[in-house]
Nanobody, 125 residues
Framework: QVQLVESGGGSVQGGGSLKLSCAAS??????MGWFRQAPGKEREGVAA????????EYADSVKGRFTASFDNAKREVHLLMTSLKPEDTGMYYC????????????????????WGQGTQVTVSS
């Protein structure tokens, strides 16, 4: 069973930065992603990685501001968030799935069947 544990959330002023981390254990996964959900809104994909090839995909709303990376030695995925805006506020979840036949990252949450417990990010104006 894949287990994911997030860390690094917190409160920051607009324009600031935060780095989220997600430690994976259990079977090796092929895809990992970061999703967020704000109160009253649907969950949205923020960043996705294909671990096998290192490719990434980002939501338009975070392109140029967020960077996802994978530390293979530690089996950790990170999300560096810069130039944060109040609209980035929400619960951030790390997710993963195993599917080695397609080498592309995906922001579709329905593909993910392993989820972390979430970490809160709050950006004040």
């Amino acid at each position: 069973q894949v287990q994911l544990v997030e860390s690094g959330g917190g409160s920051v002023q607009g324009g600031g930065s935060l780095k989220l981390s997600c430690a994976a254990s259990g079977p090796i996964v092929s895809h990992m992603g970061w999703f967020r959900q704000a109160p009253g809104k649907e969950r949205e994909g923020v960043a996705a990685l294909y671990i096998g090839g290192g490719s990434t995909e980002y939501a338009d709303s975070v392109k140029g501001r967020f960077t996802a990376s994978f530390d293979n030695a530690k089996r950790e995925v990170h999300l560096l968030m810069t130039s944060l805006k109040p609209e980035d506020t929400g619960m951030y979840y790390c997710a993963a799935y195993i599917e080695w036949t397609t080498g592309r990252p995906s922001l579709e949450d329905v593909k993910y069947n392993y989820w972390g417990q979430g970490t809160q990010v709050t950006v004040s104006s």
